[in-house]
């Protein structure tokens, strides 16, 4: 199975700007909502722990990316502790993703190679998983911090600082300009990328041109 390393994992991200955040018991409309964000443009796609079995999902919808999404990097959120990150690093996770700093994460990752993004809502975290060795730090929630002044405001004191932020983004010009603008190395997105009757209605024609239309807004600002 291809693997992607650290620095294409970490390069893809930044390259896609828009990591779509999703979570869903049913295996084949997870590989729809995937294949429709693969053809809208979007590199890279984080599947949330959210729910029982997530890894029995997550193992099939690893392999449908490698064979049908060949520049996929798929990662895994929501990883709150060491063995559930293990579980997901050997199904082949590109990288993980937590709401919060787990140290016993951290150096678990670094040790496997994975990239890990952390969460943080202050520079004090920010400062202590760059310390630990994570290149590429979560902002959350990123609407309850600050928002885009809030990143703004962090990159002037820490200007190789990477981040990507979570919460309160939005599928419009005028949100993701503003979060392009403040510096961010990337935004993740949830639901509000996947409209519920969208998704009923299986119109993965409506997500692409949504991810399309959300990636020319984020690229377009910066």
Wanted: hydrophobic share 45%; proline share 5%.
């Amino acid at each position: 199975m291809a693997k992607f390393n650290k620095i294409d994992t970490i390069g893809i991200i930044r390259r896609t700007g828009i990591v779509p955040v999703f979570y869903n018991a049913d295996v084949e409309l997870t590989k729809k909502v995937v294949k429709a964000c693969y053809d809208g443009g979007i590199r890279a796609f984080e599947f949330t722990n959210r729910g029982d079995g997530a890894h029995k999902v997550f193992e099939q919808l690893m392999a449908f990316v490698r064979a049908e999404c060949p520049e996929m990097a798929l990662g895994a959120g929501t990883i709150l502790d060491a063995p559930t990150a293990a579980l997901y690093i050997q199904m082949g996770a590109d990288f993980l993703v937590s709401p919060c700093c787990v140290d016993e994460v951290i150096t678990l990752a670094n040790r496997r190679g994975v990239p890990y993004s952390p969460g943080c809502g202050t520079v004090t975290e920010i400062v202590h998983a760059q310390e630990r060795g994570c290149d590429l730090v979560k902002v959350f929630p990123a609407g309850t911090v600050g928002g885009p002044a809030f990143v703004k405001n962090i990159l002037a004191p820490l200007p190789w600082a990477m981040v990507m932020c979570t919460g309160a983004v939005e599928p419009t010009e005028e949100n993701l300009s503003a979060w392009a603008r403040s510096g961010v190395t990337a935004v993740g997105m949830g639901s509000k990328l996947f409209p519920k009757e969208t998704i009923k209605a299986g119109d993965w024609k409506a997500v692409s041109d949504l991810c399309a239309k959300c990636l020319s807004w984020f690229k377009g600002a910066v």
